[in-house]
């Protein structure tokens, strides 16, 4: 089956469903890189990345779990649909955001100009993923 690539609802909802997965990440990402930015610490930058990383992942899901229960699921079942979302996309957008970081910072660096990019960057990544996989499987991050 080829995907078709110019259906524009579906482009709009996997936006959507990216951008959902973009905060989430962002929010245990960013924060992670800023407490290590702010204290004194011996770990090396890649540490530091991969604990972003994590901590996106982790942030991510919890977000996804929220959202699915607030929209009556129960909380297992949101809990295991967080978890069954396409890690690929996640890891994916992660790493987008982390490489973005490094390549314009050289470290674990948040600055005000580093962000915007970094999240452009971030969303750019998975949404074509994100959009072929609502097209063929009708299923998307969110």
């Not at 011996?42 to 901590?55: D, K, P």
């Not at 990544?125 to 499987?137: D, E, G, S």
């Amino acid at each position: 089956m080829s995907i078709v690539w110019n259906n524009r609802k579906n482009w709009l909802k996997s936006a959507h469903n990216t951008k959902w997965c973009l905060i989430g990440c962002a929010i245990g990402d960013f924060g992670t890189i800023a407490y290590f930015q702010f204290i004194e610490h011996s770990l090396s930058t890649f540490t530091v990345l991969l604990l972003a990383m994590f901590n996106g992942l982790l942030t991510s899901i919890m977000l996804e779990t929220i959202i699915l229960y607030r929209a009556n699921f129960s909380l297992r079942d949101a809990l295991k649909t967080a978890f069954g979302m396409s890690f690929i996309s996640m890891l994916a957008m992660e790493a987008a955001m982390n490489l973005t970081d490094y390549a314009l910072t050289g470290g674990a660096i948040l600055t005000w100009w580093v962000i915007p990019i970094a999240l452009l960057a971030g969303f750019l990544t998975p949404w074509p993923y994100n959009y072929w996989r609502l097209q063929k499987h009708g299923k998307s991050c969110h």
